[in-house]
């Protein structure tokens, strides 16, 4: 089946760690997004990208970092720097733009601080 | 500043019966209003898109609506059962300033519903 994967379900950080988030997808689309979700707030972009080897911050890039290398992938790492990383990450994919695109969601990872 | 509110933040019915959830936007230049449905946990998934030219559009029991001129949109859910209960996300999507394709989204909070038998 065609979808989005999101690993790990659950991720537990230690202080002054760095951790990733994995995001594979094999709907073949070339644009992905990475977003924050807390409670009683809208989703927020931390980055995307829209072609293999190239990535734009969104709206809250600070603290965080990704890579293309492959299509289908596209890991998000939470840094030591992120002060507040407890949340819902979602990865998202979406068909070539023509402006109606819709997204496709991973199930999300829920990121906490121990 | 764009900005979509949705109201209520959260609902509780009983199934069977319908509900409507608000969505009210200042996001300018407007391109499309889509709605998710977010299972508790999950991913949102796409129920419907709305562009500046339409007023009504169906997807099964649900039922969205789009006045442009007064930047408001609704989402109406007939005849509730146990698996609407969800987080209703509303997201608009603005032109991008040059043209291209890619224009900005911006995310309500959602409304929390929640169907009791």
């Known amino acids: 089946d065609g979808g989005i994967t999101q690993s790990p379900k659950y991720l537990f950080r230690k202080e002054g760690q760095n951790v990733t988030l994995s995001c594979e997808q094999n709907?073949?689309?070339?644009?992905m997004y990475w977003y924050r979700q807390d409670p009683g707030q809208g989703l927020r972009l931390i980055y995307y990208?829209?072609?293999?080897?190239?990535?734009q911050k969104g709206d809250i890039a600070e603290g965080y970092s990704v890579s293309r290398e492959k299509k289908e992938s596209f890991p998000l790492t939470v840094t030591s720097a992120q002060k507040n990383p407890t949340a819902f990450y979602l990865c998202?994919?979406?068909?070539?733009?023509?402006?109606?695109?819709?997204?496709?969601f991973g199930s999300g990872t829920q990121l906490s601080v121990l | 500043k764009n900005q979509v509110e949705q109201s209520p933040q959260s609902l509780i019915i009983l199934e069977g019966k319908n509900c409507t959830l608000q969505?009210?936007?200042?996001?300018?230049?407007?391109?499309?209003l889509r709605w998710y449905k977010q299972d508790t946990g999950r991913g949102p998934v796409s129920l419907t898109i709305?562009?500046?030219?339409?007023n009504t559009k169906s997807n099964g029991r649900y039922t969205a609506t789009l006045d442009a001129d007064t930047k408001q949109s609704s989402l109406h859910i007939t005849a509730s059962q146990l698996s609407d209960s969800a987080s209703y996300i509303c997201?608009?999507?603005?032109?991008?300033?040059?043209?291209?394709?890619?224009?900005?989204?911006?995310f309500g909070q959602g409304t929390i519903l929640t169907v009791h038998p």
């Open positions: 998202a994919s979406s068909p070539p733009a023509g402006g109606r695109e819709k997204l496709f």
């Open positions: 709907l073949n689309h070339d644009a």
């Open positions: 990208s829209q072609i293999v080897n190239d990535f």
């Open positions: 969505c009210n936007y200042t996001v300018s230049p407007f391109s499309n």
């Open positions: 709305m562009t500046f030219s339409e």
């Open positions: 997201v608009v999507r603005t032109f991008n300033a040059g043209g291209t394709s890619y224009g900005k989204l911006t």
